[in-house]
Structure formats: structure tokens, C-alpha cells
């Protein structure tokens, strides 16, 4: 049973929420305690709210799930783990939330608060308006970003934002591009895919990955950023990125996968091996750059 109530919780997507690390890792604070200190604070609220998010999620999504080849699976819709202890460990998980908030300050909490009411109302509602429900996913990573940058009252690069936010809207359309290939009545599991055709989402595909490259290449070579890290290095890790992004397009259309973004990152030998890469040179460049 516990086993289940994990995987109710979605602990596995927890990782998702390592975005809140970004603001520390580009603030150079990485090896101060202080600010690690605050910014765990920051991830474990976020797994937290995410975990309360997915409970209500299945809750209301449960007849739906029950005719989705992979989803029937989950906890609730399997009859693993009954609503009323689903709602009684969603209540628990907001509780918890609610007592460590206000240990945080303002600008953190209203970015919390803000994640909540979006994704409860993309639970809700906006999940099934088309262009919307990827707004809502991307809205997601982007208030990660923010709230791991008001944790430490750090200020985020407007490039970096921007590489959020087109980074977030790609993986939301590798989703529905997975789920397009994946699932042959969407009528019964997710009514918004009919609303995708196959020419749009390539289109939003090619639109978004450009918008990554773009944007991150941007940032690694602007004036601000090279006088802020005090070195020109930055620009080489671009190719993790775009390495990064033709892989996931290729897992997603050549592969069909894509609808889990956990498990591209994670079991897909060649993606595991080009983040860790891609970690590596940038800590290197970040913080050893004087010595380069």
C-alpha cells in the first residue's frame, strides 16, 4: 500500500521540480549553504503541491483513466487506493503546505499559491481548451523557475525565462504528441487531442524547440551574461542543449515515446549521458571559471 500511495504521489515527477534549483545554480550560490538551504525548502514545497495536485487530478479524472491503455493503472482508477483515502492524503499533503509556508515569504508563497490555482483549474477546466492546456503545463515550470528565484531573492536573466518557458511549452507538445500516436480513442481518454491535428503540433513543435535554441544560445553569448560569469565558455554548453532537444524529438516521433518525460530523461542512456554532460561543463564554467 505504500508502494501505491508513492505512486499516487507521483514521487518519480518529483524531479520536475529540481527547476527550482536553476535561480541558484546562474546566482552562483550553489556552494552556499544558506541560500541550498532555502531552495531545498523551496523543492520539497513544490513536490508537495505537485503530489496534491496529481491526487486531485486522478480523483477527478478516474472514469477517464479507466479506458487509457497506460493510466487504467494508476492507484484510484485500478481500485488499489479508494477516493475517500485519496482525499483524506490529499487533505493531508495541503495541510502539510499550509503549515511550512509561512515559514517562506511573500513572493514565494504567491508563486505557490498561484501553481495551485492554475493547475486546479487546468484540472478542472482548462485541460480541455485547446492552446490553454499548454499554457497551464508551461506555467508550471516557469513558477518553479521564479519561486526557487524568490526563495533566495535572486533575480532570473529575461533569456532564462524565456528558455523556461519555450522549454516547458516543447515538452507539453511532446506530451501531446505521444498521446496522439499512443491512444486511439481520444474521446474517451483526453477530449483536447481532437483539437490537435497532426500539421498543428508539428508546427508548435518546430516553433517551441527554436524557441529553446534560441533563446539559451542568446543568453550564453549576451554582454550581461559574460560580465556576470566573467567568461565567454558559457556558449559551449549550448550543444548539450540542442543535442538535448533533437534527442527528445527523435524518442517522441522515431520512438513514440514522450508522453512520460521522466522516463526519456531518465532511461534513455544517450539523454542521461548528455544532461549529466551538460551539468558537468556548466558547474565547471559557472564556478571554476577564473581558473580556466
Request: hydrophobic share 50%.
Amino acid at each position: 500500500m505504500i508502494k501505491q500511495y508513492l505512486k499516487l504521489m507521483r514521487i518519480s515527477h518529483w524531479i520536475k521540480n529540481f527547476f527550482v534549483f536553476v535561480p541558484l545554480v546562474f546566482s552562483k550560490h550553489l556552494t552556499d549553504f544558506n541560500y541550498g538551504q532555502k531552495v531545498i525548502f523551496a523543492f520539497l514545497i513544490f513536490s508537495l503541491v505537485s503530489s496534491f495536485v496529481y491526487v486531485i487530478n486522478d480523483l477527478m479524472d478516474v472514469e477517464v483513466d479507466r479506458h487509457h491503455p497506460k493510466k487504467k493503472d494508476r492507484p484510484i482508477a485500478s481500485g488499489k487506493i479508494s477516493p475517500l483515502k485519496a482525499k483524506i492524503l490529499a487533505i493531508g499533503l495541503l495541510a502539510v503546505v499550509g503549515i511550512l509556508l509561512p515559514f517562506a515569504n511573500t513572493a514565494f508563497t504567491v508563486a505557490v499559491i498561484a501553481y495551485l490555482i492554475i493547475n486546479f483549474l487546468y484540472s478542472v477546466k482548462l485541460k480541455r481548451i485547446v492552446i490553454v492546456d499548454l499554457m497551464c503545463l508551461a506555467s508550471g515550470f516557469m513558477l518553479r523557475v521564479l519561486g526557487g528565484a524568490y526563495i533566495i531573492n535572486v533575480a532570473v536573466s529575461n533569456w532564462l525565462i524565456l528558455t523556461t518557458l519555450f522549454l516547458s511549452i516543447f515538452l507539453a507538445i511532446m506530451k501531446r504528441k505521444s498521446e496522439l500516436e499512443n491512444v486511439s480513442n481520444h474521446s474517451e481518454t483526453r477530449k483536447v487531442l481532437q483539437d490537435y491535428p497532426n500539421a498543428f503540433v508539428d508546427q508548435i513543435s518546430a516553433v517551441s524547440a527554436t524557441g529553446v535554441l534560441l533563446c539559451y544560445s542568446l543568453y550564453s553569448v549576451s554582454e550581461r551574461t559574460v560580465q556576470y560569469f566573467k567568461t565567454e565558455y558559457l556558449v559551449y554548453t549550448t550543444i548539450f542543449v540542442v543535442f538535448g532537444v533533437f534527442r527528445y524529438m527523435y524518442l517522441v516521433y522515431k520512438q513514440h515515446k514522450g508522453e512520460n518525460t521522466i522516463e526519456i530523461v531518465v532511461k534513455d542512456i544517450p539523454m542521461l549521458i548528455n544532461s549529466v554532460l551538460y551539468g558537468i561543463s556548466l558547474l565547471v564554467i559557472i564556478y571554476l571559471a577564473k581558473m580556466i
